[in-house]
């Protein structure tokens, strides 16, 4: 898989393979620089390079070569992770460092951005699935739509903002990696801080609370209409999760959308 674009672009091995359910990547040297070959293994990550190339370097990884479904892009060489940031006394700076990098990828640009995906396409399953099991994920689908249907502040997204997707670039600051090219309300992009699985306190209702005030301060967010989304994200996230059928996963997901609902009721 890798050895067609080893000898194209002259790259050298510079580490073991990484499988996921979506891609591989091979850490790489490129003009002796640090790189990240990245073959994708579904649609959605060909489209999250274009929108790389689109970014081209500004708040996201530069694509140094791009060609069918490979990707050769800047790899993230600092110490520092966000995630680690968030479980050790650091969220709430985690939090702003998330904010200010999904800024800059919200920030207009002079050429268009080809066939986005509209953010009502990428919410397709929630609908079915909230027809099926009814209770909270039909809340969180009944605000949804309603998002959906008045939606503000309309950018490209990237679509997974987590403490995994921006990265410790050292000089170049903290940058995304993995985006999902969506087109839709900016709020969104920040839903997945208040989400992310990898984080065990994100059922912790301090927690949620805390960083409510922090993000929708850093972001210009009504801290309303950030809560909306959240459960929005989280009642699609476990629709996703209940297709797959991951039920440990669901549930954490419409913990998170309960709390967000409970907030927005109070």
Same mark, same amino acid.
């Given at each position: 898989?890798?050895? =067609?674009? &080893?000898?194209?672009?002259?790259? #050298?091995?510079?580490?073991?393979?990484?499988?996921?359910?979506?891609? *591989? @990547?091979? =850490?790489?040297?490129?003009?002796?620089?640090? %790189?990240?070959?990245?073959? !994708?293994?579904?649609i959605?990550?060909?489209?999250?390079?274009?929108?790389?190339?689109?970014?081209?370097?500004?708040?996201?990884?530069?694509?140094? +070569?791009?060609?069918?479904? %490979?990707?050769?892009?800047?790899r993230?060489?600092?110490?520092?992770?966000?995630? %680690?940031?968030?479980?050790?006394?650091?969220?709430?700076?985690?939090?702003?460092? $998330?904010?200010?990098?999904?800024? *800059? @990828?919200?920030?207009?640009?002079?050429?268009?951005?080809?066939? =986005?995906? =509209?953010?009502t396409?990428?919410?397709?399953?929630?609908?079915?699935? !909230?027809?099926?099991?009814?209770?909270?994920?039909?809340?969180?689908? +009944?605000?949804?739509?309603?998002?959906?249907?008045?939606?503000?502040?309309?950018?490209? &997204?990237?679509?997974?903002?987590?403490?995994?997707?921006i &990265?410790?670039?050292?000089?170049?600051?903290?940058?995304?990696?993995?985006?999902?090219r969506?087109?839709?309300?900016?709020?969104?992009?920040?839903?997945?801080?208040? %989400?992310?699985?990898?984080?065990?306190? #994100?059922?912790?209702?301090?927690?949620?609370?805390?960083? @409510?005030?922090?993000?929708?301060?850093?972001?210009?967010?009504?801290?309303?209409? $950030? &809560?909306?989304? #959240?459960? +929005?994200?989280?009642?699609?996230?476990?629709?996703?999760?209940?297709?797959?059928?991951?039920?440990?996963?669901?549930?954490?997901?419409?913990?998170?959308?309960?709390?967000?609902?409970?907030? @927005?009721?109070?």
């Amino acid at each position: 898989m890798f050895a =067609p674009y &080893l000898n194209r672009w002259s790259l #050298i091995a510079d580490g073991e393979p990484i499988i996921t359910h979506s891609s *591989r @990547l091979l =850490p790489v040297l490129w003009q002796d620089r640090p %790189a990240m070959l990245k073959v !994708a293994a579904d649609i959605d990550e060909r489209y999250g390079a274009l929108l790389m190339q689109w970014w081209d370097g500004d708040g996201a990884a530069y694509v140094y +070569a791009q060609e069918g479904d %490979a990707v050769l892009l800047e790899r993230a060489t600092g110490k520092r992770s966000l995630l %680690a940031m968030a479980m050790n006394g650091e969220d709430d700076e985690a939090s702003r460092i $998330l904010c200010a990098t999904a800024a *800059r @990828l919200h920030a207009p640009r002079k050429k268009q951005l080809p066939d =986005p995906i =509209p953010l009502t396409r990428w919410f397709r399953d929630l609908e079915p699935a !909230a027809g099926k099991h009814g209770g909270t994920l039909a809340d969180c689908s +009944a605000i949804a739509n309603a998002l959906l249907a008045d939606q503000r502040d309309v950018t490209i &997204l990237h679509g997974d903002i987590h403490h995994d997707n921006i &990265l410790d670039f050292e000089a170049r600051g903290w940058l995304a990696i993995d985006p999902k090219r969506l087109h839709g309300e900016r709020g969104f992009d920040f839903a997945n801080i208040f %989400a992310n699985e990898e984080l065990p306190v #994100i059922t912790d209702t301090a927690r949620l609370r805390r960083q @409510l005030a922090i993000v929708s301060a850093e972001a210009k967010l009504e801290p309303k209409r $950030l &809560l909306q989304w #959240i459960a +929005a994200y989280s009642g699609l996230s476990a629709a996703w999760f209940l297709g797959d059928p991951n039920i440990q996963q669901a549930e954490t997901a419409l913990t998170v959308a309960r709390i967000a609902l409970a907030e @927005l009721e109070s």
